[in-house]
């Protein structure tokens, strides 16, 4: 008997059991106007996907001591408009970054420069991403996709948003930046195919090329990032509502995802859906 314990114990040191915390993927949008600030955790591990505008970065410090977060692994900057990589410097001195990923091209905007001077004090590795990259952090894997071209137009960041998918077990999702027309027509040519879950592009301004992205996606699941200032287009949601989709919008509130590996819970302003 005291042998047979004794290897149960071996046992459960060698491979302990998965806790719910282990087995789930948990993505929080943040509700910080109109800006993205994503917060993605399984496994222990944490990845915050933008960083709002500038003040939206104690908020997503305060969401993370919240949470007993004490690292990011990985930070990914999708474009560098204010009300993307705004909160980032502060975010950068307030908590460990292990790694920040990037859009590779220049901006001279004031938040880039407090940004870039913040991953320089505080010694953070920054990759610019140029290619597609496929990887693996914990149970989550990441497929970004970086823009095709390197000039859209005069003060035209939006098309540089690294577009990134995340697979977790049987579920996916698709965060798409502020990508607009150039940069859709180009994701349609790639066919990146279908994801379950879909972060509307560009706070749900309609684009010509909006409808054919959206059916390409056919997602079950969007989330748009807007505010009462400045909402959602109506036929942006009529789009995805005409396909099934449901549609929450973080003027309303912040949305929280749950994926047990093969179906989605979200989860906002106290209304719970399957």
């Keep these: 008997m005291r042998k047979s314990i004794l290897i149960v114990c071996i046992l459960m040191l060698l491979f302990p059991c998965n806790t ?6 948990e993505i929080t949008f943040l509700d910080v106007g109109k800006a993205d600030a994503i917060v993605l955790q399984s496994e222990e591990k944490t990845v915050l996907i933008d960083t709002g505008k500038n003040k939206a970065g104690n908020l997503i410090l305060s969401y993370l001591e919240n949470h007993q977060i004490t690292k990011i692994d990985l930070m990914i900057i999708t474009h560098f408009d204010k009300d993307h990589v705004g909160g980032a410097d502060r975010v950068l001195y307030g908590i460990d970054v292990d790694q920040v990923f990037i859009p590779d091209y220049f901006s001279d905007s004031k938040q880039f420069v407090e940004f870039m001077a913040a991953v320089e004090d505080t010694q953070t590795p920054c990759t610019k991403i140029k290619e597609n990259i496929t990887f693996d952090l914990g149970e989550m894997v990441f ?17 540089f ?22 940069r859709l027509k180009e994701l349609l040519q790639e066919q990146i195919g279908e994801f379950d879950v879909l972060k509307v592009p560009h706070h749900g ?15 079950g699941i969007a989330i748009i990032t807007s505010d009462a200032e400045n909402p959602e287009d109506p036929e942006i949601v009529d789009m995805l509502k ?23 819970t979200a989860h906002q302003e106290g209304t719970n859906s399957d």
């Design 205 to 219: 301004v309609k684009e010509k090329k909006s409808g054919d992205f959206f059916r390409m996606i056919h997602p």
């Design 161 to 182: 948003s690294l577009v990134t998918g995340v697979n977790f077990q049987n579920t996916n999702i698709l965060f798409a930046g502020d990508a607009e027309n150039p």
């Design 20 to 25: 719910l915390a282990q087995s789930q993927l």
């Design 143 to 159: 497929s970004i996709d970086v823009a095709n071209q390197t000039y859209y137009g005069e003060d035209e960041e939006n098309d």
């Design 242 to 264: 005409d396909m099934d989709t449901e549609v929450f919008l973080t003027r309303l509130g912040t949305v929280s995802l749950i994926s047990d590996g093969n179906h989605w």
